[in-house]
Every structure is written in C-alpha cells, then in structure tokens.
C-alpha cells in the first residue's frame, strides 16, 4: 500500500449535554478526522479522539492536527507499507502522541479491510458477534439527577452503570444508587482523583459489591495501585496508567489491578489494542472498551475492537446521539433493548461514511499530498 493523499479534518459537531468528570466539564468536543487514498484509489477513514484539554492526556485536539500535519504524514506519505506493523513501525521516531497514531492507522486498518474484503473483526480475529454496552453517567449537579438517568439508561436496556466519582462525590451516591436499584451490574471512575490518603473512604467501597473501581490514584503511579489492591476487596480497573502493552504487562505482574480498560485511542491504535488483549488473556485479566466520545468513526473501531474473545465486561458504547446532535456516518450502529450492539460483518467501518457531514463540520481542513 502507499498511502498517495491525506486529508485532516478537525470537526466539531453541536453536543446534546455537557459531561462532567472528575478532571472537568466537557462541553464541546472536537475531534479530527483522518482520510486517506493508496494509490489504487481506495479511501480510508480515521479518527483522532483526544479532549480539547490536557487534562486526560497531555494530548489535544490541536495537537493530534500539528503532529499530523507536521510530523506524521511526512513520515508516510507515498512510501510503501505493507501492514499496520510497518505503518506503526514508520511512526516509532514520534513518541508518544496516540491519538494522533491512532487516526492514521485506523484509517489503514479501514482500506486493509476494504482490500481483502474481510470485516474489520473477521482481520482482528474477533470471535464475538455482539457487545454487551453500558452506560457512563458524569458527575451531576446533585444525587437525585444521578438517579433519574440511572432510571432512565437501565430502562434502555443497558448492562451496566458507570458512575464518574471524586472526593465528596462518592460512598453516598453509590449507597444511593444501590438502595434504590438493588444488584445492578455498577463501577465507579474516579479517573484519579483519590490518593493513598484517602485509603479509608476506598475501603468503604467493598461494601457495595462494585464490579470494579477504575483509575483511583495517579496515571503515573502503578506501585500505589498496587499497594491499594492489596488492601481493598473492589477490582481496580486501570484505564489512563495504561499506554501500551508493556505498561499492561508491568501492572499485571505487580498486581496493581484485576481488569483493565482498553481505549484504542489512549494506545495508539487497534494494533496495540490487541497486543494489551492478549497480554491480559494470558495472565487471566478481564478488559473492556472504553471510550473518548467518539464519532461514529471512531466507534466503529472500537466496536471491531470489543468483538475479541477476552473483551468480558460491557462496553462504553453509547449510541453516538446520546452526546451529540449528528454524526459522521449513516445509519450507525444501535443497542438493542437487550443492551446488546451487533459487530457488523461487512467490509470497512460496517457504516457509511458521510462525507458531507464532515465538510458541514469541518473548522480546519489540511490536505497533503
């Protein structure tokens, strides 16, 4: 393959509600969308998901455009490429910036897949033919908000809650939420907003029976996770502590968690989605797919993703219109009043691409060829 054209879209699309974490409230999210065409014509489409801000990753929206435009594409452009491996091993002189890798080799992951007319799960050796989706709930303006959309997601169907936490915001919200809905399938996410201080208050969570506890501590900081697993019966999940497959495989081997959280773009691609899924099936630990409020683009690789034999807990993966107002593909995925989303089976993305909505969208647009 030789990629011969790429074109950079940031897009912006109108969200339906903000979503507030414990880092802050996302009220508008750009995103950048990857397009490209090899030289037989062929076009494949990307998405770089990172935040507006640096307080997930260092990563940003505008960021995944400059390394793209400045240092990724002349790195690939017109050269011959004959996998993924080669594509990520062209990209080693970048460190870091995953969510810009990842638009670029999703994208080749897309034309891999329309080339030898295979579904992206059937080249990823996906085993699943359905996900199993649960549904994130951000932090609210007070607890009776948080039920009322507890209410509501369980009456959609979905297999398990999500609920974002941080200090104060925590042991009696999920009290709450256990009295009023009995033995629902629950985790919180604190995305690292608990120190080893606080020890006594994420004890205090074994008593709910929680399915797991995701990033408690620091994203740099494995050896505490470590210490505190010890000390804790609730799972811990860790989603911003792991970047690749070796980070995995040191916070196994110091039991610094029981699952991990799989975001293809916090990884840098689907390629190294895989190896982390491996790793974790090896060693008997359980992952799931996380989510960056994706595009529909975006989600169709995480749902290609998800379909892998060790992907056991349900996935962040709502329907696109649950955040946004529109979407960049036609007629996307859905759940099912079972809470189940159907992997497609059809070669590329399983959605088509509308390229006029991303035009409509489009607040910069870069074309290199």
């Known amino acids: 393959m030789k990629i011969k054209k790429i074109i950079l879209h940031k897009v912006e699309i109108p969200m339906v509600t903000s979503f507030t974490t ?12 990857v397009k490209i065409e090899d030289e037989q014509g062929v076009i494949g489409y990307g998405e770089s998901a990172a935040l507006p801000f640096p307080y997930y990753k260092p990563e940003t929206t505008d960021i995944c455009m400059l390394v793209l435009k400045d240092y990724i594409t002349p790195l690939v452009l017109n050269k011959d490429i004959k996998d993924v491996g080669e594509l990520m091993n062209l990209l080693k002189p ?6 810009s890798k990842t638009g670029l080799e999703t994208a080749v992951w897309m034309i891999t897949s329309l080339t030898e007319n295979k579904s992206l799960k059937e080249i990823l050796g996906g085993t699943q033919n359905k996900i199993a989706v649960g549904e994130s709930i951000g932090i609210k303006e007070t607890k009776e908000e948080t039920l009322e959309e507890v209410t509501l997601r369980l009456g959609q169907g979905f297999k398990r809650i999500k609920i974002k936490i941080k200090p104060g915001w925590d042991i009696d919200l999920v009290k709450a939420i256990r009295e009023k809905f009995g033995d629902i399938d629950l985790m919180v996410d604190a995305n690292s907003s608990y120190t080893l201080e606080d020890l006594e208050i994420l004890k205090k969570f074994d008593e709910y029976s929680l399915t797991m506890m ?15 697993q010890k000390q804790i019966k609730t799972p811990i ?10 980070d995995a495989r040191r916070a196994i081997s110091i ?17 190294e989605s895989k190896k982390i899924h491996d790793i974790c099936q090896k060693n008997n630990v359980g992952v799931w797919c996380g989510g960056m409020l994706e ?11 998800a379909s892998l034999p060790n992907y056991l807990y349900p996935a962040d993966m709502s329907p696109v219109n649950f955040f946004y107002k529109d979407d960049l593909v036609k007629d996307s995925f859905s759940v099912d009043k079972e809470g189940y989303i159907q992997i497609p089976t059809k070669p590329g993305l399983g959605f088509e691409v509308d390229d006029r909505k991303i035009e409509m969208y489009s607040t910069e647009k870069v074309v290199v060829e």
């Open 22 to 33: 414990a880092f802050g409230t996302i009220t508008k999210k750009p995103t950048v969308i």
């Open 94 to 99: 970048v460190k870091g910036n995953s969510f």
């Open 214 to 228: 995701e990033q408690p501590l620091a994203d740099d900081d494995i050896i505490d996770h470590s210490v505190l």
């Open 237 to 246: 999940c860790l989603d911003e502590s792991i970047h690749n497959a070796d």
């Open 255 to 271: 039991g610094a968690c029981k699952i991990i959280n799989i975001k293809p773009g916090r990884v840098g691609g689907l390629l």
């Open 295 to 305: 595009t529909g683009i975006g989600r169709a690789f995480n749902i290609a993703t």
